[in-house]
């Protein structure tokens, strides 16, 4: 048995507002938790004392939700109280994560549930990507790795046989390529059309062309629209290069993430071996700065600190550290 909390608010005291509200409720609960309606043993619902029109439960049943016991009950008069409220706790038999929905007015009273985003900012290598799987995990939100996005663009223009990346050039493949992220058990998969790609866009010239394909303003358009409509539909915790100052930029949350250019190729170094891509130190080194300058220096969205993003720099922290170090600043904000 698990139970889940809800609430939200009427405009006014009439029957057809609360009928409005409770059945809106009722059907995101249920949506945001996967219900049957046979699923749901009881709902009680409490309103605060303004509310005198219609009882909650009456409107959950005509609503159609009649399968669960429904109970109403009147809330003491307290002061400072938001006003016109109704609040609501189910049990369902069962629910793998549950999900409380607070709506209209009522969103306030839960801020730790609403919606935002967390932008990691920072160089390749920074250990960014390790960053933000955890704190994804940890606060239970979704993770969008935006690098792999524009891997996956370098490589749709590798394997359409584009050499020269152009705007002309790049264009029409941009226009073909039908570009997908999907999540399996909180990992993110890259696909290509049917095919998944998430493994070869790893390989270090696909990382190469993907630093020059981001220069483009084509790409950069079409990316950022995706990046932008993932955020807006769930929390998430987004890692790149252009996150706090361009995609997200009234994300609440802003990270920078960096390390000197040495800890970083000694990092990748370690990676790509574990993945069967063993590379000189040397040769990664110089294509980390490589990449570095081509990232920073581009004219569109160059990587940069946003003026409000936290600076971390995990040169001499181990992952734990950064992630505790983060997680701290975003609750400080909260
Ligand atoms: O994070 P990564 O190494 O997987 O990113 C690959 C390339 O994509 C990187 O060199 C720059 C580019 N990129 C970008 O321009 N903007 C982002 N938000 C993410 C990555």
Redesign the pocket.
């Known amino acids: 048995m698990k139970a889940i909390r809800g609430a939200t608010t009427v405009a006014a005291d009439t029957p057809q507002e609360v009928r409005g509200a409770v059945r809106e409720l009722l059907n995101e609960i249920k949506e945001k938790n996967g219900l049957a309606e046979g699923d749901i043993v009881c709902i009680l619902f409490s309103n605060t004392a303004d509310i005198r029109s219609l009882y909650p439960a009456k409107a959950a049943r005509e609503a159609g939700f009649s399968g669960a016991a429904l109970y109403s009950s009147l809330e003491p008069e307290i002061e400072g109280a938001l006003p016109l409220c109704i609040r609501v706790l189910l049990f369902v038999e069962t629910c793998r994560d549950v999900r409380h929905v607070y709506l209209r007015g009522a969103a306030d009273l839960r801020r730790d549930l609403k919606k935002f985003s967390i932008a990691l ?1 920072g160089p ?2 920074s250990g ?2 390790t960053v933000a799987k955890q704190l994804a995990k940890e606060f239970g939100i979704l993770y969008l ?7 996956a663009c370098a490589l749709a223009a590798k394997d359409a046989g584009v050499t020269a990346f152009t705007e002309e050039s790049v264009a029409p493949v941009l226009k073909e390529m039908e570009l997908r992220v999907k999540y399996e058990d909180g990992a993110q998969r890259t696909f290509l059309g049917d095919r998944d790609v998430s493994e070869e866009i790893r390989k270090p010239e696909v ?1 190469m062309a ?2 020059a ?3 483009l303003h084509c790409v ?1 358009e079409k ?1 950022v629209e995706m ?1 932008r409509k993932i955020a807006a539909e769930q929390s998430c915790v ?6 706090g100052t361009a ?1 997200l930029p009234d994300a609440p949350f802003k990270f920078f993430v960096t390390a000197s250019a040495e800890v970083r190729a000694r990092r990748r170094c370690d990676e790509l071996k574990a993945k069967g891509f063993a590379q000189e130190y040397a040769q990664v080194l110089k294509e980390i700065e490589e ?1 570095d300058k ?2 920073s220096t ?1 004219a569109i ?1 160059p ?1 940069r600190r946003a003026e409000d993003a936290v600076l971390v720099d995990t040169s001499d922290m181990r992952v734990e550290e950064v992630v505790r170090y983060i997680k701290k600043k975003i609750q400080e904000k909260v």
Do not use: C, E, F, P
């Open positions: 900012d390749s290598g960014k990507s790795d935006t690098g792999a996005m524009y891997r990382s993907a630093s394909i981001s220069a950069r990316m990046q987004l890692d790149g290069r252009d996150i995609v990449r081509n990232d581009r969205s990587l």
